[in-house]
């Protein structure tokens, strides 16, 4: 029964650093991960590359529920072109947050994200996880960070890349992504009242996963 499968979902703003540390959780219980912004990230790119505009919002379910895309090896396949760098460009993060407003795009992601449910168990991450797309999960947490301390992670990540980016342009995309993804009609991001807040301002990466596997221990008698 896929309903006894335990499922940890954490939501958060952008840069919270909830993707490291829900695949370093997924890793040290040895269960599945869904990384369901990168499904949002790959119908961005799609639709750019298929002339699609990111305003039609029936164009883009369409294109969302037909997906060929495919997780192979830790890359990302698109119509069997990797473009695991390419869905972590910036312009392909806010073109993900433009085509996540749109109500028909989230229901033809619903239940491929469900899909990941399988036995031992799944650490699901992203805005919805707690709210709609697994509102029955054991275990709920909420991962946050102050916006300056997520700005200042993400300009280091950029930089080592030898992107040319300033601090000042990225702490304005992040707000402006954290005002569309909190103020949207539809799944907006949100604290769900029975997630668990983790704020990881102060926080190592490896302090919020332990925090994380403790709790998840004790929730699920693991
Ligand atoms: O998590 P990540 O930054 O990769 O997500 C990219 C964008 O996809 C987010 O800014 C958000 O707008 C959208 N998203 C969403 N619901 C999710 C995951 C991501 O709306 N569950």
Redesign the pocket.
């Known amino acids: 029964m896929t309903a006894e499968i335990p499922v940890i979902a954490i ?1 958060g703003p ?2 919270s650093g ?2 490291t540390v829900a695949a370093l959780v997924a890793t040290r219980l040895g269960w599945h991960y869904l ?7 790959i119908v961005a790119l799609a639709a750019v590359r298929s002339g699609i505009d990111l305003q039609a919002g029936n164009e883009l379910a369409e294109l969302a529920q037909r997906l060929p895309a495919r997780f192979c090896d830790g890359r990302v396949l698109l119509d069997g072109d990797d473009v695991t760098d390419a869905i972590r460009s910036e312009a392909s ?1 806010a073109g ?2 433009r085509i ?2 749109f109500p028909a795009v ?1 229901g033809a992601l619903l239940e491929r994200q469900r899909a990941y449910r399988v036995a031992p168990g799944l650490v699901a ?5 707690g709210s709609v ?1 697994f509102p029955q999960a054991g275990l709920k947490v909420y991962l946050t960070a102050s916006v300056e301390s997520r700005a200042q992670r993400r300009y280091k990540q950029l930089i080592e890349k030898g992107l040319p980016v300033t601090l000042h342009d990225l702490l304005q995309d992040l707000r402006e ?1 954290d005002a ?2 909190a103020g949207r009609a539809v ?1 907006p ?1 949100q604290q769900c009242a029975d997630a668990l807040l983790l704020d990881t301002t102060a926080m190592t990466i490896d302090q919020a996963v332990d925090r994380i596997v403790s709790w998840a221990t004790e929730r699920f008698a693991i």
Do not use: T
């Not at 990384?35 to 990230?41: A, E, H, I, T």
């Not at 991450?125 to 996880?129: F, H, N, Y």
């Open positions: 939501d952008s840069a909830k993707g990384d369901s912004g990168s499904l949002y990230r993060s993900a947050s996540a407003a989230r991450e992203g805005r919805d996880m797309v992504r569309r993804d799944a991001l």
